[in-house]
C-alpha cells in the first residue's frame, strides 16, 4: 500500500500534464474544425497524374 | 491505362451514362461536352459542367470524382459576375475583409458557395494551394469558410477567387467581423473548461472508487486521496463551474430561480463540506460527484451551444445580398463609368446595374428597362419588369438588361436593413414556451431549497453535528442533475438526429412545438413546387412537330435570362442560330432564323387574333409565330417537387392537416391543390391575409407550423408557433424561423414530427423517473437514512439513466417516407 504515496502525487503529475496539452491544443485551434480531418486524412494528396493526359498538371509544385 | 479500381468501387456518385459526369443531372440528347477521364470519355449536361470537371481533371485532381459523396451543384455564374471580381483587388474595397499581415503577404476570409461533402473540401484546398503565390489555404468543413493567405505582388486576390469558380465553386470574401470572432473565443473556452472538468472527473473517480470498494485501506491513505482529489477539484469548481456560478448570481439579482441556482448551491454546498472534512479529518467527501456533476452539465451545455451556432450562421450571410462594389456614373448622364465601394455611394447617386449584378441600394430607374428579380427579398419567383420612374430594391438582382439607377436610400435606411429589424423584432417578441418550463424548474428548485432549510434546521435541533452531511446529502442526492438533465439531453439529441435527417432546429421550443402540431401551414411558392417554369405541354400548330417547334423556341430565347426563356432553352436542344434579335420588354422576342421571321412571346404579341387554349390549370402559355403564322402554343407553369404527393400522404396520416396558402394566382394554386389532394387552399393570399389565416386556426386551438420560404413569409412564420424556412429559400425566411429544412426532400417533414414526438415522449419518461427518484430519494435523505456513497451512487445512476435513455433518439431510423434527397 506505501507504494500508492508515490502513485497519487505521480498520477496527479501526469493528469496535469494532460491538462496542459489540452490547454494548449484547445488554443492552437486544434478543435476549431472537428469533422474536416477526419475526412481529409482518407484522401491521398499524392495520386500521381496520368502520363497519357494531355495537359501537364498544373499543380506541380 | 485501364480504369482505375477506384472507379469500380464508387459506383453510387460517379452517375450513370445518361446523367452528367459533373453534377448529374439528366443530359439532354445529342449535348456536345465529352469530358475524358480515366481513359473514358463521359458525357456533361451543359458546357459548364464541362469547363469545371475538365479543369479538375487536367489538374491532376479526378480523384475528387472517386472520392465524393455528393452531387456538386450545377456551376452558374454570371459572366457579369465574373468581370467584377476584378474589383475584389481594389484597395478601398480589400479594406473591409482583407488583413495585410507583412509588405505583400495578405489574408482574407471567404465564404465557400456549393460545398457538399469532405471531397470538395478536398478538391478547393488542394486546387487553391496550387496556385503559384498563395501561402497557405485552410477550409472549415464545419463552416465552410476559408482563410487564404497569399502574397500579393505574385498573385491578384480576383486570380484566387477566378480559380475557385473554375471547379465550380463561388467564393465570397466577407468580414468575419466582431460576431464571429466572440463566438470562436467562447467555443475556445467552453473546450477549456469541458477538457479540465472531464480530466478532473476521470482521475477523482480514480481515487473514489477504491474508497469505496476497498476494506483494508488505511487512513493515511484515505486521507491522501482526499487530498488528491482536492487539488483536482479546485480547478473544476473555480474554473469549469464558473458558468453556473455566474449565472446563479445574476438570477438572485433578477429575484428568479433558474437552474443555475441548486446547480450552484448543490456544488458550492457539497464543495465546501467536502474541503471541511478534508482539513478536519472526518466525515465523508463528495469530489467524485461534484466533478462529474459538471462536467455532464458542461457537455450539454457545449453541444447545445455548437447546434445554435450553426442555425445562426445564414443570418451572417444576409450581408452578401448587398454587393461589395458598384458602378458609378459620376457625370450623368454622361456615360463615364467609375467602381466605387458600395460604401462610398452617396443619396443621389447614379450607377449602372448590368444584367447578373445585384443591385447595391434602393432606388429608381432613370434609363433602360429590364426584369429584376426580388426573389431574395420576397420569395416571389418570377421577376418584375422595371422602367424609369419605377422604383427598385437593392439587394435584387437585375435580369435582363442594364439599368441605370438614382439612389435614394443607402445602408441602414434601405427595405432590405429594415426587414432586418423588423425580423429581429418579431424574433424578441416571439412567446416561448420553452419559459413555462423555466418557470416550473423555478418552482420545483424553490420547493427543494425550502426543504432543505426545513430538514437542516430540524436536523439542527434532533443532533447538530449530523446536520450539515445530510443538507449536503440532500442537495447531492436530489441533486437537480436527473431533473436538469432530462429536458436538455433528450432535446440535444434529438436535434442533433433531426439535423442529420435534414432538419435544423434553431429554436429550443420548435421540436416539444412541432410534436404537439396539428396543422401544416404551406406557402406554394418554393415549398411544394421548384419554384421555376418549365415548359408543361407544346401544342403545335398546322402541322409541325414537336421537337421542331420546341428547338426553334429555344434558338430565339438562347441569349435570355427570362425565366421562360431559360424554361424553353432547358426543353430542347437546337442546332438554329437566330439573328437580328429584338426584345420588346413584358411582350417577347422577334428574330430571323434561316428565311423566315419567328416572334416568340405573350399571345397578344404573337397572334392578336388567336387567343390560346383555355385550361384552367393555371399555366402561363406564350405563342410562337412565323411570318405572322401561329405554329406552336407552349405552356409553361411550376411543377410540384416529386415528392411532395407521398410527404403529404405521410402527413395526413399522422393526423395532421395541410393547408395551402399562396400569393399566387386563383388557378395556378388550385391545379397544385388538386395534383397534391389538398382541400384547404387559399389563393392571392398576402402576408396580412395569411397571418390572420394562421390566428384564426390558432384561435380555434390549433397548433400551426408554417413552412414558408421568402421574407413575405416573414410575419407568417412568426406568427405560427412553429416555422419552418426552405434550405433553398431566402437566408432572411430561415433568420426568422425555428426550423430550417437543410434539403429539399418534404419527407423530412414528417420524420421531424415523428421524430419531435418520439422525443417529447422521452422527456416524459426522463421527467417521470426524475421525479419518482426524488420522491423517494428526498425523504430517505432528509430522514438521514442515505449514506454519502449511496447518496452519489444514486445521483449518477439516475442521470446516467436519463442519458441514456435520450440517446435511444439517435438511433431513431426516420420515418417511413422515402424518396430521393
Known sequence: MDILLLLIPVSLVIVGGIAWVMLWAAKSGQFDDLEGPAHSVIMDDDIPPRPDDDVPPANAK | MSASPELMNAPTFLPEETACFHCGLPVPDGAPYPIRFDAATHPACCRGCQAVAQTIIDSGQGAYYTHRTALPATPQQAEAELAQLGLYDLPEIQESFVRVEAENVREAALILENIVCAACIWLNERHIAALPGVLSVEINYATRRARVRWDNSRIPLSAILKAVSDIGYIAHPFDPGRSDDIYKRERNTAIKRLAIAGLGMMQVMMYALPTYTATDMTDEIRRLMSWASLVLTIPVVLYSAWPFFLGAWRDLKRRTLGMDVPVALGVGTAFVASVYSTFSGHGEVYYDSVTMFIFLLLTGRFLEMNARRRAGAAVEELVKLIPAAATRLPDWPARTEQQVPVARLAVGDHVLVRPGETLPADGTVVDGSSAVSEAMLTGE?????????????????????????????????????????????????????????????????????????????????????????????????????????????????????????????????????????????????????????????????????????????????????????????????????????????????????????????????????????????????????????????????????????????????????????????????????????????????????????????????????????????????????????????????????????????????????????????????????????????????????????????????????????????????????????
Open chain 2, 381 to 821: 419567383s418570377l421577376p418584375v419588369s422595371k422602367s424609369a420612374g419605377t422604383k427598385v430594391v437593392g439587394g435584387s438582382l437585375n435580369q435582363a438588361s442594364p439599368l441605370v439607377v438614382r439612389v435614394d436610400k443607402l445602408g441602414a435606411d434601405t427595405r432590405l436593413a429594415s426587414i432586418v429589424r423588423l425580423l429581429d423584432r418579431a424574433q424578441s417578441e416571439k412567446p416561448r414556451i420553452g419559459q413555462l418550463a423555466d418557470r416550473a424548474a423555478a418552482w420545483f428548485v424553490g420547493l427543494l431549497l425550502v426543504i432543505t432549510v426545513i430538514v437542516g434546521a430540524a436536523w439542527h435541533v434532533i443532533d447538530p453535528g449530523k446536520a450539515l452531511w445530510i443538507v449536503v446529502s440532500v442537495l447531492v442526492v436530489t441533486c437537480p442533475c436527473a431533473l436538469g438533465l432530462a429536458t436538455p439531453a433528450a432535446l440535444t439529441t434529438g436535434t442533433g438526429r433531426l439535423t442529420r435527417l435534414g432538419l435544423l432546429t434553431t429554436r429550443g421550443h420548435a421540436l416539444e412545438t412541432l410534436a404537439r402540431t396539428t396543422d401544416l401551414v404551406f406557402d406554394k411558392t418554393g415549398t411544394l413546387t421548384h419554384g421555376q417554369l418549365s415548359v408543361r405541354r407544346v401544342l403545335p400548330q398546322g402541322g409541325r412537330s414537336e421537337n421542331e417547334v420546341a428547338a426553334l423556341a429555344a434558338a430565339l430565347e438562347a441569349g435570355s435570362e427570362h425565366p421562360i426563356a431559360r424554361a424553353l432553352c432547358r426543353h430542347a436542344s437546337t442546332q438554329h442560330t437566330a439573328s437580328e434579335l429584338r426584345n420588346t420588354p413584358g411582350l417577347g422576342v422577334e428574330g430571323r432564323i434561316g428565311q423566315h421571321r419567328y416572334r416568340l412571346g405573350a399571345p397578344r404579341y404573337v397572334a392578336p387574333d388567336t387567343a390560346p387554349p383555355d385550361e384552367a390549370d393555371g399555366a402561363t402559355w406564350v405563342g410562337l409565330a412565323e411570318d405572322a403564322h401561329l405554329i406552336a402554343w407552349f405552356a409553361l407553369a411550376d411543377t410540384p417537387r416529386a415528392d411532395a404527393g407521398t410527404a403529404l400522404a405521410e402527413l395526413t396520416r399522422l393526423g395532421i392537416r395541410v393547408h395551402l396558402l399562396s400569393g399566387d394566382s386563383e388557378a395556378a394554386v388550385a391545379a397544385t391543390a388538386r395534383q397534391l389532394g389538398i382541400n384547404d387552399w387559399h389563393a392571392g393570399a398576402l402576408p396580412e391575409d395569411k397571418l390572420a389565416y394562421v390566428k384564426t386556426l390558432q384561435g380555434q386551438g390549433r397548433i400551426v407550423a408554417m413552412v414558408g420560404d421568402g421574407i413575405n413569409d416573414a410575419p407568417v412564420l412568426a406568427g405560427a408557433q412553429v416555422s419552418i424556412a426552405m434550405g433553398e429559400g431566402t437566408d432572411v425566411a430561415q433568420a426568422a424561423a425555428d426550423m430550417v429544412m437543410l434539403g429539399s426532400r418534404l419527407g423530412t417533414l414528417s420524420e421531424g414530427v415523428v421524430l419531435a414526438r418520439k422525443t417529447q415522449k422521452i422527456i416524459r419518461q426522463n421527467l417521470g423517473w426524475a421525479l419518482g427518484y426524488n420522491l423517494i430519494a428526498i425523504p430517505a435523505a432528509a430522514l438521514g437514512h442515505v449514506t454519502p456513497w449511496i447518496a452519489g451512487i444514486g445521483m449518477s445512476a439516475s442521470s446516467l439513466l436519463v442519458v441514456l435513455n435520450a440517446l435511444r433518439l439517435s438511433e431513431f431510423k426516420g420515418g417511413t417516407v422515402s424518396g430521393k434527397p
